[in-house]
């Protein structure tokens, strides 16, 4: 366990900022460029922006700036009743009342500060108690008081080296997921709602494209009740181009973990994209039109609280989950039909730009609990192209996709390595030998 380690306290090592929220009724405090976080920033390890900026003046009237490189700690929310969200800053921010930013003293690195905590968020979570309204809630004076076991320095590089390193891979695979969705996003646009190669070829440019698929295009536009649409392509009915199903409606005594997975509201991010963490498991009775595989399309039929309305929005079902899994009756199941030529990722693309988005949802109603009907997804009308051009656009958003799973999965194998290393690291279970040399040999 290495007797040079020290017994000493959260409070004994780092210094807490306390944060503040500027008056919402001075709307011009909230027009600036300085990030500002609030518990629902913060769902990543590594904050780089924030939903909320505020002005440097507003800085000066409530709350205060925490350097690059601060750890936030949550001090106070619901989240505490099941998680203890810890980021750290990648560049100054601001932040509010219900979290604490913990600066390092001097003998504790600041790469190795949030995996000290990270290390010891079971005890931290054992910490929180119930505030009012059944808020959780984390005592600043049981914190400081918190016994922790530091290591000398130069070990404490290696052990936030060693973890860094397995986070900034899976830091790396996340941006490049991102910038892959983008790109596929970014493309159908460009084909299928600004119509840039028609449009090029019929202005006499060049569409910048590959000839083979340059040539799938027209080169001139025709009037349809949709407006100017390219040459050859039709207006159809969704409903003639995709089959609508809804889900299990199933009884919570039906949730086990040696269940189905079964997709759910929690299965789709705000915005489209499939959400793998969300999944729920099921071994109740259940139908075949409740089965699901992987590639099909679902949609979110019902809102999920006023801060995450996912009404509409769609994902695809990840390979992983095979040839059969579930979905609960607040998704709707999409498959194309032929021989329209559609293909899963095109249907998810198109579900998730904003005007489809906006017109599908459009469709919710409810009393407490918006709604969408399953004739949202057959009503309206959509341009749909020729199959080839569906095609060439699948090949590139399928592959896309199938590119961002793989590194989603090598993502979770990495996180189990590290949740795995961290506490052994963290308490003197497994120690680093020949520190100095260690950190002399690893790649910068």
């Known amino acids: 366990m290495g007797a040079e380690w020290t017994e000493t306290t959260l409070g004994q090592v780092t210094d807490f900022l306390s944060g503040g929220t500027p008056s919402k009724n001075q709307a011009e405090y909230w027009t600036g460029t300085v990030p500002w976080v609030s518990a629902k920033d913060m769902k990543r390890f590594r904050l780089e922006d924030t939903e909320d900026h505020i002005t440097e003046e507003a800085v000066a009237n409530g709350t205060?700036?925490?350097?690059?490189?601060?750890?936030?700690?949550?001090?106070?929310?619901?989240?505490?009743?099941?998680?203890?969200?810890?980021?750290?800053?990648?560049?100054?921010?601001?932040f509010n009342q219900d979290v604490k930013a913990l600066r390092p003293k001097p003998g504790v690195r600041d790469a190795y500060l949030p995996y000290?905590?990270?290390?010891?968020?079971?005890?931290?979570l054992s910490l929180v108690d119930l505030a009012g309204h059944g808020t959780g809630r984390l005592n600043s004076d049981e914190l400081k008081a918190l016994n922790v076991r530091l290591p000398p320095e130069p070990e404490q590089r290696a052990i936030a080296h060693i973890l860094g390193t397995l986070d900034d891979k899976i830091e790396l695979n996340r941006r490049m997921s991102e910038t892959l969705e983008g790109m596929a996003r970014a493309l159908f646009k460009s084909w299928f709602v600004d119509f840039d190669p028609v449009r090029a070829k019929a202005e006499g440019r060049d569409p910048g494209l590959p000839k083979e698929i340059a040539d799938l295009f027209p080169d001139r536009f025709v009037d349809s009740e949709l407006g100017e649409i390219p040459e050859g392509w039709e207006i159809r009915p969704l409903a003639d181009c995709i089959d609508v199903v809804r889900g299990l409606s199933y009884k919570g005594s039906g949730l086990s973990p040696d269940g189905l997975p079964m997709h759910n509201l929690n299965s789709i991010y705000e915005g489209g994209g499939y959400k793998h963490d969300g999944i729920k498991r099921y071994d109740g009775d259940f139908k075949p039109r409740h089965v699901a595989c992987s590639g099909d399309v679902i949609v979110a039929n019902t809102e999920q609280g006023h801060d995450r309305l996912l009404i509409g929005y769609a994902a695809v079902i990840p390979e992983r989950f095979g040839e059969e899994s579930l979905f609960s009756h607040h998704i709707y199941r999409i498959r194309p039909k032929d021989p329209t030529g559609l293909t899963p990722d095109y249907i998810c693309q198109l579900l998730n730009t904003p005007v489809m988005h906006e017109t599908v949802s459009g469709y919710a109603n409810g009393t407490t609990v918006n709604m969408l009907p399953i004739d949202a997804l057959e009503?309206?009308?959509?341009v749909l192209p020729n199959s080839p051009v569906v095609c060439?656009?699948?090949?590139?958003?399928?592959?896309?996709r199938l590119r961002q799973e793989e590194m989603f999965e090598e993502s979770r194998t990495l996180a189990a390595l590290r949740d795995t290393l961290l506490p052994k690291l963290i308490s003197g279970e497994l120690r680093v030998k020949d520190t100095e040399r260690f950190l002399a040999e690893a790649p910068a």
């Open 392 to 400: 060439a656009f699948d090949a590139v958003a399928k592959a896309s």
């Open 116 to 124: 000290l905590l990270l290390g010891n968020k079971e005890r931290l």
């Open 379 to 382: 009503i309206p009308r959509i």
């Open 64 to 94: 205060r700036v925490a350097p690059a490189g601060s750890v936030l700690l949550l001090t106070r929310g619901m989240t505490l009743l099941n998680d203890l969200p810890i980021s750290v800053l990648a560049r100054p921010m601001a």
